[in-house]
């Protein structure tokens, strides 16, 4: 204890009375000699002054020349090495020497002003201003109402008038009279000079009470008994060194070595293993046991509030669990868990397991089996983000670890290797957990610590430039004002232009919403890259356009003739190429969607053409115009003939969505599909691959070609994609063409790829028939053509898939085998003409025929019995033929019998 002059400020007082808050948690991150008590006298003589500036300037600041004492002689050589080092590095007006002798002599707030202003000008932050409510002036005592005044007021401020209720009145006057008595025992307790009344605090029977009962005010509570004067006590004020640790931490294990089933002697320190099962390995913690959250007394006044409603699952641990202290001894326990001396070649049993674990990685690139040792301890760590988190909240101390960990693990890992995913992924899971708990300071967390030690990685591997800027936007909230600050201090670090608009190319494709400032600030420089001469950074900035649609559509617009001029004369950038196609479709389909297309548009979809009101004649203009610069450009691109077969699968898949823009476009695109020339590439991309309808996500793959972004280009099925009845509709045309004598295997297979997509559109609305309208119709159209398919090897694949479809999704059903053009099939395959085509053919076409009627009978009714009617018919209408068809006769005897 000691006299108020001389009271020893406890961190709580400081960060609540005098350091800011965020001057605080900026010294404790510094991790200095000793910790702060007493802002003037700790800073008087200026050595951690010198230490602070030694974390910023290492090479200016050599600490062995300050002295750590109170003598009037160390302040004056300590001060003196400061200002010549702040005017070496370029900061003579951060301290002047008038300024640092009021500190030596511990001249009030002269201390707490430097600091304020040192750590705006290392950390390039402002802080809060906040501003105190006014409070009123003291009244003096001879002011004050006495007790007949109160009752006086009361009377006339309730009209107690004669005939009023005695009762209610005197219940009314009597709280009156009760809560001055109150009010005059509260201000002995506060002001007990004024009613000069003797300490008797070593009475123990006056001691006052700490708990409340039973809700009462705190006033009652301190009120003597009754006949007995108040005691008043004067408790000086006391310096407690703060544990670096919650109480939540304390609580849990408290309550863990009460629990009735731990066994007393257990040892449950921070690096204590997992309990072993019977046969000697490890008993797996259940990951449940393993979510901890701090509740509202946790350190760290800032989210106090957030954190008073997130539960506590300490009750939920199972004995034996793990509580670590804080996050090394986590990081230490989740380490030893996987790696021991048994699998660690250079295991220092001297070491903790947090710097075995460094060595490791160290030594990663010799050995593959420390690759997956790495991969497996980084697992294990990241079953723990949850408590990581809560520890990296608290203080930016605990952080420094975690970060020292997968920022090492980050800088050193091959791109190639699995340590590195895990490590990417282990710490964004984190950073989603930290922005959860503290969204205010979660980017300032990560860019002090973390951004700097990946920053020469980030400009030297663009490899890896997706993870680490994957890592950002986890450490980010997910609104535009946050995203704009990351943009920012990604600049600060990044001093090369090419390196920051390729980051921004990658920022931009995870951006789920854009405003107008981050709309401004990623097209202008998407400008820049398109100025600049290298082709790589030319196809990062039209991705980052194509990445800002719709919302950036007139921007587009007014660049597409600079792009035009890009790809003249042939010899263009693979990847400029492929970005440039993506960018056109994805701009041509917002023009369809707007009703800007031709009349095919409207007609196939029903789509009508929308206004721009919000639009100006020339941004119209503008926009309209643009509409045949993106068609050339596409020309321009999927035109030749030497065009790269990856360029025409992404073509085919980002320009699904513009089919029905005009007839032009869509004599593109099927040029495009066309010109695949891998059949199983092409049956993938219609998606006659999958097991349809789905309500599962369709599959993905990437396209392999090395994209200098590092983010792969992926190919999926169109199915969702198009306009399933724009592309019946095309084939429909080419039906009814007189001089169309049969349909070709491509449109057959573009029509089987279009029912079935609509058939997987139709699933989402639980309708009976998937098939109706104007899919009938079409089918009409189309069956002599479906039919007449049967009779090709090539084609009969995908007439059997239509003529499955409509009778199982269709109001047409069985009556399609009764069709007696349907019974013409059986001519056609099994006469006489069918043997001109060769033996193999025709047996190949008969084989898929034969099966289609098979699981057409094994569906059941009403479709087994039209298939044994059909043929039925056929050995009665044709026996000669029906005779010569002896494959035929056993399936017709096999189901008759079965339907006996």
Known sequence: ACEPEAVIMSTENISNNTLPREVLKWIQSLDLAYSVKNVRRDFSNGFLVAEIFSRYYAKDIHMHSYDNGNAAKSKKDNWSQILKVLRRVGLPDLLSEEESHWIACLEDGAALNFLCKAYETLTQRKLSQQVKAPTMGKVAGYAKDISVTKVRKAI??????????????????????????????????TEPDRYSVTSNASNPRQSLQQNSIGGESMQSRIRPPPGEDMPQVRAKEISVRQLDRNVTHLRASKDLNRSPGSPKNRNNGPNSPRPLSPDGSITPTPTAGRQMFMDDMSVGAHSAAARSNAPSDAQSLPPGHLLPENSLSLLNACIGRVMNPSNHPAWSSRSDAFNNFLSALSMMATSNQLDALITATLREIQISASMLADACAVTPKQFWKVSDLYCSVITTAGYDTSAYAAATEGFTILGQFVTKRDPHSSLSLFCDFSLFKLANTLVNNPRKRVGILRLLHAFSPSDAPSHVQCIKRLQSIVPDLAVFIHCLTILSSNESHVDELLLDLYSYYASIGLGLPSPKIRAGAVSMLQSLLPQAELIVASNLPLLEKLIEGGGVWWELQANLVSLCGSYLAIQKHKGRGASRSRLYSGEGKERDSGKSDDEADIV??????????????????????????????????????????????????????????????????????????????????????????????????????????????????????????????????????????????????????????????????????????????????????????????????ADPRFAGIFRLMYGNEALQNGEDHVMACQFIFESFLKDTFASGAPLNTAVQQALSHFSKSTPTVFANAPSLQKLLKEFTAQLR
Not at 174 to 184: K, Y
Not at 726 to 745: D, P
Request: hydrophobic share 45%; glycine share 6%; aromatic share 8%.
């Open 156 to 189: 006339q401020h309730n009209g107690l008038k004669e005939g009023y209720d005695i009762q209610n009145a005197a219940k009314l006057l009597a709280g009156v009279v009760e809560n001055h008595e109150i009010s005059l025992q509260g201000e002995r307790f």
């Open 624 to 817: 309209a115009g643009s509409n045949s610069i993106a068609m050339r450009i596409l020309y321009s691109i999927l035109g030749e003939s030497s065009v790269m077969q990856g360029i025409l699968q992404l073509a085919a898949v980002n320009l699904a969505e513009t089919v029905g823009y005009s007839a032009e476009f869509d004599a593109l695109y099927l040029g495009i599909l066309q010109r695949i020339e891998n059949p199983a590439e092409l049956r993938y991309l219609l998606g006659l691959e999958l097991t349809l309808p789905t309500d599962d996500p369709l599959p993905t793959k990437a396209l392999p070609l090395p994209s200098s972004s590092g983010m792969p280009y992926l190919l999926f099925p169109v199915i969702d994609r198009w306009n399933p009845l724009v592309v019946a509709k095309i084939v429909e045309q080419a039906a009814r063409e007189e001089s169309t004598e049969r349909l070709s295997a491509f449109d057959l297979q573009l029509l089987h790829a279009a029912v079935r997509s609509q058939l997987n559109a139709a699933a989402q609305t639980n309708a009976e028939y998937g098939l109706t309208g104007p899919w009938v119709d079409l089918y009409e159209v189309v069956k002599n053509f479906v039919y007449v398919a049967f009779c090709d090897p090539e084609c009969a694949p995908h007439a059997v898939g239509l003529v499955t479809v409509y009778m199982f999704n269709s109001k047409l059903r069985d009556t399609i085998l």
